[in-house]
Each structure stands twice: as C-alpha cells, then as structure tokens.
C-alpha cells in the first residue's frame, strides 16, 4: 500500500508541496485513500504539463497551407462518384461476420446541461422521454438482429459516474441487451491545475480534485481495461465510436463502415463523419488537410479568413464540421495506446474549480474561472493514422446533440430534428405528415431504432399508418 511519507520527496521535486500540508491530521483511512491518488500521479510529466499548459500555454499549432479535407460526399451528383451499394455490402459483410463493435464515450461531466447523473441517464425521447442510453441501446439490438451477429458495446465511464452508470443498466435490465455483451470500462483522471500558480488543486483535505482526461482518454482506457483485449478475444475488427449525447447516431453505419474498411484512400485506421457547417462561425471542429494529413481544426482555432472562404459556388470552402461519429479500427487502438512517441497532446480549459486552500484551511468557492483542466480530443488521433477518410451524412439524420439546457443543442433543439427525421422517414414510406408554417411538422413523432434503423429500413415494414393526426403525439 503506498505511504506518504513514501511518495513525498517526488511531491516536493515536482514543487507541489503544499499538497503535504496538514496530511499529518487525516485519518489513517484518509491518508491511505490520499496516497493512493498521490500515487497514481505522472510526477515525471506532470512539471512539463504545467509549464506548457498552465505557465505558457501554447496555442496548438496549427500546420501550413491548411486546405479543406476532401471527403465522400452524400450526393451522387457531386464529385467524385463512389459507389455506395459496395460500400454498403463491405459494412453489411462485417457486420454480419460480427466483426463491428459500438463504442460510446460518456465519461464527460456534462456541466453545460447541468443534469445531475450520467449525461446517459438524460430523457431524451421526444414522445417517450426514453433515456439516451435506451435509444443507443435500441439501436444496437436492431443491428444485431438485423445482421444476424452479435454486436458488442463498450462504454466508458469516468471514475465520477461510473457505478451510476452501471446501476442505472442493471436497473433497466440492460435494455433487453445481453449483459455479457455491454461492457463497462472508466477512463482515467487528472490532476485540476491552479490557473494562478498551476499547483494541483484539492478538493478538500486529502482529496486532489480531478477531472476526466478527455474523450481521447479513450485509446489508452481501451486498451488498459482490457477491453482491446476482449474485442479480440470476440474478433472484432472495427469500433464504431460515438457520443452519448447524440441520439440521432447511427449506431453502426454500413455505408460509412464498408467505407472505412475498404475504401482505397482509407488504412482503415481512423475514418470520421462530417456535415456541411451551418454557418461559417458555427463551433464545431473543421476536417481539413495540413502537412499532407486529414486533421480536425478547432472552430477557435481556424483563421476567419479560412472559416470564411467561399467557392465558386458561393458554398463555404471549409464546411466539413465534425459530428464526432468514427470508425475505428481494433489495431490502430492498440498501435496508439503502446506507442508512447503517439500519446495524444492535452488541451486545456479554464473553469470553475471549488477546491480547498490547505495554506488558508478553508474551502474556496470561485466566482471566476480559477482552475485549468487538461483534456485529450481524440480527433488528434486522426493525423497519426495511415491516411484517414471523411464521409458527409446529413445534419438532420445524424446531429441532434443535447448539449446545453436550453437554447442551442438542448432538448428542445434535438426533439424537434427527431420529428423532423421521424417525419422524413415516414414521408419517404408514402406516410401523410402533416406539416404547418414553414414545413413545421404539426406532430411528434418517435421512431424506435428497434422498428426502422433509417429511412430503408422504415420502408420495409408494413403495419405503418397512412397517415398522422395533427397534433398527434406518435411512437413507432
Ligand atoms: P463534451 O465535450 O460535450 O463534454 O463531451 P461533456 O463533459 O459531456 O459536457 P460539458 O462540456 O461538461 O458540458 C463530448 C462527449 O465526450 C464524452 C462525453 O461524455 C460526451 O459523450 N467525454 C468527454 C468523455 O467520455 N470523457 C471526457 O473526459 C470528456
């Protein structure tokens, strides 16, 4: 078991010392508790972190002669021409040989929406206020069923929500999937920084505050959970990886897996979707191409001359916004997680941080942003990957993010785009909707991923009504 008096001199030749300030007063319990999270700190990395991050933070640069990254587009109109059946059949292929795992990542803090508990457990259903983590759920069964394979979902958690995560599947009996194919796994933390002084903060005696490590926090948390391990062991190729605050995530795409797999400028490593940009000042990462490599440009991070550059046609130049839906492949996971050279870089934000001051003894609730936490994005895998591809799907079929509790990306804005899409789907099965002003859908409508998976699918089923009330609240 790790002491303090142990880990100490490592403490001290970090310049942290305060963190030793009246350790002398835990309770041997709480010292314990508190020299194992001593103990599972970077000391080595952790000075250079700061200095980086915290004492001179470095914009990340941004490579030369940034151009759009080319991606396949949804339109067979556009260019180039690919063919899409094929690609379809490659996906369905692994699918069917049960090849394809999904993966979520929900270890995030979800402090935009402000909802107390996993950010999965959140109601989003239109009609039926189901939780994001049923709709996910209903939509892994259905692929399941449908490609006739068992598709396995890996989900990581953050030390903060883990156990509530897992209690609120056991409660819901896992969705009606089998629980040996729904894993579990947290993502590890890291030390929030003093904004001031960039010394680790406390949360309270004994207890170092900590936050998330970042989505990207996924490649090394795969990897040492043992989930890589258990992918392999099912033989699984590919992970489809999404957010778990987008309910409107195709949760394993054919058409973008075929792509990934076997596209002849993929390494099958690391694809990614894309949707055309709102606006050009829209904050969401741009894909474009630098130094020869597909990357993610931060919206904060792309020149306003770039974000706004027109062609021809009048269409933003770079108007590839990333949706952060990905296909992933098992080797590149690996290859990643066992190449230190490869670690992903940290971002840092800057936020509110309550911590307690040990030279003061008391606790300190900021009014300002006081504290950096460092993060890592796994975009920043995309440049590492052999060559990496993009495919455009559509805002409304695949973006609805409930990120906010009001306004922008809240559930207000996501149910609507779920009407929309339900109200789409069912037009293109011959269903009368009916829509008001402005084409507004003068309904609510809920599609289960268990009756139609997308608009195809919807097609084939024959039990549909021929048309919905106004005003009519509907589940299919
Ligand atoms: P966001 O960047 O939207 O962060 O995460 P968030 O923590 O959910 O919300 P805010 O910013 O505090 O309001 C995008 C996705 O990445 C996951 C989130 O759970 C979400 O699915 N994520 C984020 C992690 O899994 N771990 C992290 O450390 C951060």
Avoid at 163 to 168: C, D, I, L, P
Avoid at 420 to 441: D, F, K, N, T, Y
Wanted: proline letters at 8%; charged letters at 25%; aromatic letters at 8%.
């Amino acid at each position: 078991m790790p002491q303090i008096d142990a880990i100490a001199p490592r403490v001290r030749a970090a310049g942290q010392e305060h963190l030793l300030l009246g350790v002398e007063s835990l309770d041997p319990a709480a010292r314990a508790a508190f020299a194992r999270q001593l103990e599972a700190i970077d000391w080595d990395a952790l000075p250079g972190w700061i200095k980086r991050y915290v004492r001179a933070p470095e914009t990340p640069p941004t490579p030369d002669a940034l151009e759009p990254a080319p991606y396949y587009p949804q339109s067979s109109e556009r260019k180039p021409a690919w063919d899409r059946d094929r690609y379809r059949g490659v996906g369905e292929e692994l699918l069917r040989a049960g090849k394809v795992a999904c993966f979520t990542v929900a270890g995030g803090q979800g402090s935009r929406l402000g909802y107390d508990g996993p950010k999965g457990c959140y109601p989003a259903g239109c009609v039926t206020g189901k939780p994001l983590f049923e709709v996910f759920a209903d939509g892994v069964r259905a692929t399941a069923a449908r490609y006739g394979a068992p598709v396995p979902w890996y989900i990581m958690t953050s030390p903060l929500n883990h156990e509530a995560t897992v209690g609120f599947f056991a409660t819901h009996e896992h969705f009606g999937l089998d629980p040996n194919d729904v894993k579990f796994f947290p993502q590890g933390t890291i030390p929030s920084l003093d904004k001031a002084t960039g010394r680790v903060l406390l949360s309270e005696p004994g207890e170092v505050a900590t936050n998330p490590d970042g989505h990207g926090g996924a490649i090394r948390a795969l990897y040492e959970s043992g989930a890589v391990k258990d992918m392999r062991a099912r033989g699984i190729e590919h992970v489809s990886y999404f957010q778990v605050d987008n309910p409107h995530t195709r949760v394993a795409d054919p058409v973008f897996l075929g792509l990934h797999a076997a596209a002849p400028d993929s390494s099958g490593e690391f694809s990614s979707k894309m949707v055309a940009k709102a606006a050009w000042d829209e904050k969401v990462g741009v894909f474009c191409k630098g130094d020869g490599r597909v990357c993610v440009i931060e919206y904060s991070d792309l020149p306003e001359s770039l974000a706004k550059e027109t062609d021809a046609g009048g269409s933003l130049r770079f108007n590839a916004g990333s949706v952060a839906i990905h296909a992933i492949g098992v080797g590149f996971i690996e290859k990643l997680a066992t190449d230190a050279a490869s670690g992903l870089p940290f971002h840092r934000a800057v936020k509110k941080v309550p911590c307690y001051d040990p030279e003061l003894g008391e606790q300190v609730d900021p009014t300002e942003p006081n504290g950096v936490k460092l993060e890592r994005f796994i975009f920043d895998a995309i440049p590492l990957a052999g060559s990496s591809i993009v495919y455009e799907t559509d805002r409304v079929e695949e973006f609805a993010p409930i990120k906010n509790a009001s306004g922008a990306d809240s559930v207000e804005t996501s149910k609507d785009l779920q009407t929309e899409r339900a109200a789409r789907w069912l037009e293109a099965a011959g269903v009368s909707v009916p829509r008001g002003a402005g084409g507004r859908v003068d309904a609510v409508i809920e599609i289960s991923g268990l009756t139609a998976l997308d608009a195809a699918h919807l097609r084939e089923r024959s039990n549909l009504p021929s048309a919905i009330e106004p005003g009519a609240k509907v589940v299919l």
